[in-house]
């Protein structure tokens, strides 16, 4: 099976501007997450969408934001982009809602996005 | 905010020595992965140890956990070149959401 993909894997935008990232999950897959990681946070959880609902969200500003599709592909926008949302955006897919455990992630390579 | 602190934050051994590295966490969990991850890249799943399992071996990897005392560790026996990376425990609480530890950084010099 194919792993998970991500598109862009680079992305250049000066501040104010909006990006729309995009994350195909494991065939098969339903649930979709996204974590930021930067040097300074470390990695943190963004939200995670199953069969199209929103089930977590992170703690991050509502310029942050996602959705995903019926073939259960995501994407994620972050709005009047800031300095500090310079980072590595990952997408990770998994089988199950984890209602009975939390699943194994498969991580795609991520999206590096620079906000000059 | 990260549920987990990584210890240590980086460690360097050579080539056939054995890499040990811990992990605490703050709250009751479901189950704890650790993960690898290459330069920046995209991370790999490694193990998952549910709460109510004590040890799990995988390959080279050996992963405890204490839930008594919220921590866990990934052993890394005959360490190669190839190790080299940064390793990150994660916990899960509900659903699908990991928190993050910090990572530890393991260099194999060969």
């Known amino acids: 099976k194919a792993g998970v993909t991500q598109t862009p894997r680079y992305l250049i935008k000066t501040r104010g501007q909006q990006v729309t990232l995009s994350c195909s999950p494991i065939s098969g897959h339903r649930s979709v997450s996204w974590y930021q990681q930067t040097p300074g946070q470390g990695l943190q959880f963004l939200f995670e969408?199953?069969?199209?609902?929103?089930?977590n969200k992170g703690n991050f500003p509502g310029r942050f934001s996602g959705r995903q599709f019926s073939n259960s592909r995501s994407e994620m926008n972050v709005s009047t982009l800031e300095l500090g949302d310079s980072a590595l955006y990952l997408c990770?897919?998994?089988?199950?809602?984890?209602?009975?455990?939390?699943?194994?992630?498969?991580f795609g390579p991520g999206t590096r996005l620079t906000v000059l | 905010s990260q549920q987990g602190e990584e210890d240590p934050q980086a460690l360097s051994i050579q080539e056939g020595e054995n890499a040990t590295m811990n992990c605490s966490y703050k709250t009751s969990i479901n189950n704890l992965q650790w993960y690898r991850q290459n330069s920046g890249r995209g991370l790999v799943h490694l193990i998952l140890?549910?709460?109510?399992?004590r040890e799990k071996h995988s390959g080279r990897l050996r992963v405890t956990l204490d839930t008594s005392k919220k921590s866990s560790s990934l052993l890394i026996t005959a360490s190669r070149a190839a190790d080299t990376a940064s390793y990150f425990c994660?916990?899960?609480?509900?659903?699908?959401?990991?928190?993050f530890g910090g990572g530890t950084r393991v260099l194999v010099k060969p």
């Open positions: 969408y199953f069969s199209e609902t929103q089930r």
């Open positions: 140890i549910r709460s109510n399992e």
């Open positions: 994660a916990t899960g609480v509900a659903g699908n959401k990991l928190t």
């Open positions: 990770a897919s998994s089988l199950t809602s984890g209602a009975s455990g939390t699943d194994t992630q498969y």
